[in-house]
């Protein structure tokens, strides 16, 4: 089968599924997004805004993607994928998972240095409540590392 010159052969053409393919990461599952106030919803499947501004239109995998998204955290990699164009854009931010500590509270952040509140409550009660600290080293603000 002889073809004409400078025509290549056709192939089909295919269309990688959401959320393959190189580009950035994903949003990493149980991150969630929470859309920027700018951002409008043209309709179901375009989007408005973001810095620069721009138009962004999803394809019916995208579209699922996003109710996704809106219904809560990040769980397929298509919506981690989309949530991360959504953040990459301006059009929404990221917001980490929740993860909480003992007794249903968030964990301590980690402090560098001495914390600014133990000095004050240590000498609003005679230094009392903090060991190994006199009340002297509470109000000159010198805390033992511990």
């Known amino acids: ?4 010159l400078g025509h290549p052969a056709k192939r089909p053409m295919t269309r990688p599924a959401a959320g393959s393919g190189p580009g950035p990461a994903p949003l990493p599952a149980g991150f969630s997004v929470v859309f920027d106030p700018q951002t409008q919803f043209v309709g179901t499947d375009v989007l408005f805004g973001g810095s620069p501004p721009r138009l962004l239109r999803l394809n019916p995998a995208g579209q699922r993607a996003l109710d996704e998204l809106r219904r ?3 769980c397929s990699p ?4 989309l949530a991360r164009r959504l953040t990459d854009t301006g ?11 003992a007794g249903g509270r ?3 952040l980690a402090r560098r240095g001495a914390p600014k509140a133990c000095p004050r409550r240590a000498s609003g009660r005679g230094g009392r409540g903090l060991r190994g600290l006199s ?3 509470a ?5 033992p590392p511990g």
Do not use: C, D, I, Y
């Not at 089968?1 to 004409?4: D, G, I, K, L």
């Not at 109000?139 to 805390?143: A, L, S, T």
């Open 139 to 143: 109000e000159r603000g010198v805390v």
């Open 135 to 137: 009340p002297g080293k």
């Open 78 to 81: 298509a919506a981690g994928k």
């Open 91 to 101: 059009l929404a931010h990221p917001r980490p998972p929740r993860e909480s500590g």
């Open 106 to 108: 968030p964990p301590a």
């Open 72 to 74: 809560g955290p990040v």
């Open 1 to 4: 089968m002889s073809r004409p």
